[in-house]
């Protein structure tokens, strides 16, 4: 893979979006590399987290690119009545995805570069990093990230952005629920590398269950999401992984995971 490269660090999977002379923006290829990534880390047993990042200090992912067009690559398709769309496709896969998904957000993520950020579990920014959609600007909306940025911003915030175009600071994207942590830049390797950490050392079931039963309920009636968890716990609690974690607690020492 040319545009997006994979290096496999420890347990962790690091996809970078390899164009930062274009400023990491998204095309066609772009998407089709990372969902293929995706499928393939899903079904390696070996592996427990992603880190989805940019190349370069510039931009995490500027978005679309614009100036490839449909024909030559670009992210988005120009015809109305094609209901085919890449970074649905894309989505599609992080959907089903159940290794937690980490941004380390390098610098600046607009537009679809944002959708990306937002469809990952954690995020973690440079605090020099700018955030923003802005689609309006040239006469375009935010309509495909919309539908997890409206799961993660405030109502009055997300319309603000979406309407006005306007950048965000990272400090500010931490208290929108955008991100997770804004770090200086010089700390952003350690502060992911010590969230990988922490994710390693958790029961990989209870994450990959749990992120599954999470997505399951987002659409239901309380009372349906209520009878599903019941069902997902008691499913958990007979895990491997959940016999081990309560042996270890009463027997004070450090788990073993199966991720069985």
Not at 69 to 77: E, P, S, T, V
Not at 200 to 215: D, E, N, V
Request: hydrophobic fraction near 45%; aromatic fraction near 4%.
């Amino acid at each position: 893979m040319t545009d997006v490269v994979g290096e496999r660090r420890g347990a962790a999977l690091w996809l970078t979006i390899n164009r930062p002379e274009q400023r990491n923006a998204l095309t066609v290829n772009v998407l089709g590399q990372l969902g293929a990534a995706l499928r393939a880390a899903s079904a390696d047993a070996g592996l427990r987290a992603i880190v989805l990042t940019g190349a370069g200090e510039k931009a995490f992912c500027s978005g679309g690119d614009l100036k490839s067009g449909a024909a030559k690559g670009g992210a988005f398709n120009a015809e109305a009545a094609s209901l085919e769309n890449p970074l649905l496709r894309f989505y599609e896969e992080v959907e089903r995805c159940d290794l937690p998904l980490v941004a380390r957000v390098n610098g600046h993520a607009m537009g679809g570069g944002l959708g990306l950020l937002a469809c990952c579990d954690l995020a973690v920014a440079a605090d020099d990093a700018l955030l923003a959609t802005p689609e309006v600007k040239v006469g375009l909306f935010p309509m495909v990230i919309g539908t997890y940025l409206l799961r993660l911003v405030p109502r009055r915030k997300l319309m603000a952005m979406c309407l006005l175009g306007d950048t965000i600071s990272a400090r500010d994207a931490v208290e929108y629920g955008l991100l997770n942590m804004a770090v200086p830049r010089a700390a952003l390797d350690d502060c992911v590398g010590r969230l990988i950490d922490t994710l390693c050392a958790r029961s990989p079931t209870a994450q990959r269950m749990g992120k599954h039963a999470l997505r399951a309920v987002e659409d239901m009636t309380l009372q349906q999401s209520h009878e599903y968890m019941r069902l997902m716990i008691a499913r958990l609690s007979l895990t491997e992984d959940a016999r081990e974690g309560m042996a270890a607690f009463a027997e004070k020492r450090t788990p073993q995971w199966t991720g069985r």
